[in-house]
């Protein structure tokens, strides 16, 4: 059982940024690739970032290309968002997920395997 832990939300400006985190547990995370996801009030839960297990390859919402950035450090078991230039409808509770059975991930959140409790972004006008 893998369990995910983010942290790093909170209330921001439009224009600023936050670092989101994702803490995972287990010695398996470095074959894991891993998702962000947002879900806002009266929404769906909609892709924003995925990473696949060795970093080599991201990918991308059309809504956040160019603002924010997905990395990992598989040495700490971690995964991070970084957002700038934030804006009002970024505004959400941020997911992380991981996949166990696909490297390169999936933009669907149908296929993650686990997912964290969820960390809240605010983005005030």
């Known amino acids: 059982q893998v369990q995910l832990v983010e942290s790093g939300g909170g209330l921001v400006q439009a224009g600023g940024s936050l670092r989101l985190s994702c803490a995972a547990s287990?010695?398996?995370?470095?074959?894991?690739?891993m998702g962000w996801f947002r879900q806002a009030p009266g929404k769906e839960r909609e892709f924003v970032a995925r990473i696949m297990s060795s970093g080599g390859y991201t990918d991308y919402a059309d809504s956040v290309k160019g603002r924010f950035t997905i990395s990992r450090d598989n040495a700490k078991n971690t995964v991070f968002l970084q957002m700038n230039s934030l804006k009002p409808e970024d505004t959400a509770v941020y997911y992380c997920?991981?996949?166990?059975?696909?490297?390169?991930?999936?933009?669907?959140?149908?296929?993650?395997?686990?997912w964290g409790q969820g960390t809240q972004v605010t983005v005030s006008s």
């Open positions: 997920a991981a996949d166990a059975r696909n490297p390169w991930g999936d933009n669907s959140y149908g296929v993650y395997d686990y």
């Open positions: 287990g010695r398996s995370f470095r074959t894991y690739a």
